[in-house]
């Protein structure tokens, strides 16, 4: 009952390259979107969120896409380092519980 | 300010065995949130908790359970233990039902 697809799997770029995860919902009542990052061992730790209100929002080299018609959203990584390496999840969820991750995407950034 | 705890991070259990897995959520925060993450899986979905009371739960069959304390913290049961039980297991807290959620780092579960 997977509600939220994210892709690639997994993402290899070099240092300052800029890397892009997108993901695709399925439920139009969803209206919360954030975005965790998550490094090996450690909890997930929530990176940037936008609400459907908006079409982008930019924090930092962090900046999320979203296009409510075509129910997707992506996450921009600008001038990214190798210490962005790390696993990153979108999620989605109507009222801020509830949550539906994706697959997760293993970035690996290269020095 | 401190984050959310959990414990332990580790626990060892055999099939059939119960466990109980402890979470602190940030000080004021009164929900919290409980998630599966199989090895190389996403995050799945488990419980959560607003002011004490069961709020919402997923696709997990009723072996899984838990409770919210008075004090907000929480514990989460899984009885009957089963070999695929075996995974990560976060909790999150938030402000309240439309916060943010804030993830602790996990009670790593492993079944024999």
């Known amino acids: 009952q997977q509600q939220v697809k994210q892709s690639p799997q997994s993402l290899i770029v070099q240092k300052g390259g800029i890397p892009i995860i997108n993901c695709a919902y399925e439920?139009?009542?969803?209206?919360?979107f954030p975005w965790y990052q998550q490094f090996p061992g450690k909890g997930p730790a929530l990176l940037i969120a936008?609400?459907?209100?908006?079409s982008e929002k930019k924090e930092g080299r962090f900046t999320i896409s979203f296009n409510k018609s075509a129910k997707q959203f992506s996450l921009h990584i600008m001038d990214s380092q190798p210490g962005d390496s790390a696993t990153y999840f979108c999620?989605?969820?109507?009222?801020?519980?509830?949550?539906?991750f994706g697959a997760g995407t293993r970035l690996t950034v290269k020095p | 300010e401190a984050g959310v705890t959990q414990s332990p991070t580790h626990l060892i259990k055999t099939r059939g065995q119960q466990a109980t897995l402890r979470c602190s959520p940030i000080?004021?925060?009164?929900?919290v949130y409980w998630y599966q993450q199989a090895l190389g899986l996403g995050l799945q979905f488990l419980l959560w908790?607003?002011?004490?009371?069961?709020?919402n739960r997923g696709n997990f069959p009723p072996r899984f359970s838990g409770r919210q304390f008075p004090n907000y913290s929480s514990e989460l049961n899984v009885n009957a233990l089963e070999l695929e039980d075996s995974a990560l297991y976060l909790c999150?807290?938030?402000?309240?039902?439309?916060?943010?959620?804030?993830f602790g780092p996990g009670t790593r579960l492993t079944v024999t």
């Open positions: 999150a807290s938030s402000l309240g039902r439309f916060d943010e959620q804030y």
């Open positions: 439920n139009t009542a969803f209206d919360y």
């Open positions: 936008i609400r459907p209100d908006v």
């Open positions: 999620a989605a969820s109507k009222g801020g519980h509830d949550m539906r």
């Open positions: 000080s004021g925060h009164t929900s």
């Open positions: 908790y607003d002011e004490g009371e069961e709020r």
